[in-house]
T-cell receptor, first 115, second 111 residues
């Protein structure tokens, strides 16, 4: 399968714990994006990388959230001291950089439940 | 006012019906528009994208953009139960690569 993959698919944690999610983009894509989606809403942008550089972060990304893409390939999203409001689907997408239009391909998401 | 508005539905139609899904947007600088399909508990899957006004057709799907009205539509012909999903419209914020999504419209096609 050459699509975007995300692990784990589901994560249940207790409030206050730290969690880390991983995203593996499509191999030739050098842009990688993180979005968050809550029930009944569309995805909301969190951050994006071009290669290993994090170029934009949303105000939604509080200081408890950190994302990395150390070698310009896979990325991790860590949430520290989780809160119940962090419960959501975390989506990763990737795209190429050629052209002015970037078609973003999404992974299956990681569903986080904070108890 | 949200930058991209979409009726959340749900919309129920009989099999074989023509479905019309719509979004409005507020910023005339938006240029590209995407339609994604999302099945329950799955990631969004890109269906179509359009640039500029007019129609774009792909099989049973037609995307339409009316920039003068800031209105985008997705038509599904001969709808099938397998089309039952949430349909999201999206556009990249001008000058950035981040997409702004509508809330999604939940569609149910009844056999």
């Amino acid at each position: 399968d050459t699509g975007v993959s995300q692990n784990p698919r589901h994560k249940i944690t207790k409030r206050g714990q730290n969690v880390t999610f991983r995203c593996d983009p499509i191999s030739e894509h050098n842009r990688l994006y993180w979005y968050r989606q809550t029930l009944g809403q569309g995805p909301e942008f969190l951050t994006y990388f071009q290669n290993e550089a994090q170029l934009e972060k949303s105000r939604l990304l509080s200081d408890r959230f950190s994302a990395e893409r150390p070698k310009g390939s896979f990325s991790t999203l860590e949430i520290q001291r989780t809160e119940q409001g962090d419960s959501a689907m975390y989506l990763c997408a990737s795209s190429r950089t050629d052209g002015s239009y970037n078609e973003q391909f999404f992974g299956p998401g990681t569903r986080l439940t904070v108890l | 006012q949200k930058e991209v508005e979409q009726d959340p539905g749900p919309l129920s139609v009989p099999e074989g019906a023509i479905v019309s899904l719509n979004c409005t947007y507020s910023n005339s600088a938006f240029q590209y528009f995407m339609w994604y399909r999302q099945y329950s508990r799955k990631g969004p899957e890109l269906l179509m994208y359009t640039y500029s006004s007019g129609n774009k057709e792909d099989g049973r799907f037609t995307a339409q953009v009316d920039k003068s009205s800031k209105y985008i539509s997705l038509f599904i012909r001969d709808s099938q139960p397998s089309d039952s999903a949430t349909y999201l419209c999206a556009t990249p914020r001008s000058g950035t690569y981040k997409y702004i999504f509508g809330t999604g419209t939940r569609l149910k096609v009844l056999a």
